[in-house]
Nanobody, 125 residues
Framework: QVQLVESGGGLVQAGGSLRLSCAAS????????MGWFRQAPGKEREFVAM????????YYSESVKGRFTISRDNAKNTGYLQMNSLKPEDTAVYYC??????????????????WGQGTQVTVSS
């Protein structure tokens, strides 16, 4: 199994920045792709970004492209989500997750095996 713990959430004003971290333990982190999802109250869980196991390929939802950056440090077993130019609509609980699925649909949360507990991000206007 893989255990994931997110940190770095908080309250920030619109236009501000936050960096989320996702610390992994258990099976080798470097063998998994990693994704970030978010869920706002009353809404479905939404794909945010994904990075493949070696960090060479990244993918973003249209709503965050150009503002968020996903990265990872396999030597530290940690993934990151740098969030800039935050908007009130970015307010949600953010989750990191890992996958080994061969499915090409990395936006499907059902293809991710392990999840963290989530961290709250609140952006005030």
């Amino acid at each position: 199994q893989v255990q994931l713990v997110e940190s770095g959430g908080g309250l920030v004003q619109a236009g501000g920045s936050l960096r989320l971290s996702c610390a992994a333990s258990g099976r080798p982190f470097s063998t998994y792709s990693m994704g970030w999802f978010r869920q706002a109250p009353g809404k479905e869980r939404e794909f945010v970004a994904m990075i493949n196991s070696n960090g060479r390929n990244t993918y973003y939802s249209e709503s965050v492209k150009g503002r968020f950056t996903i990265s990872r440090d396999n030597a530290k077993n940690t993934g990151y989500l740098q969030m800039n130019s935050l908007k009130p609509e970015d307010t949600a609980v953010y989750y990191c997750a890992t996958r080994r699925s061969s499915s090409s649909d990395y936006t499907d949360f059902g293809t991710y095996s392990y999840w963290g507990q989530g961290t709250q991000v609140t952006v005030s206007s």
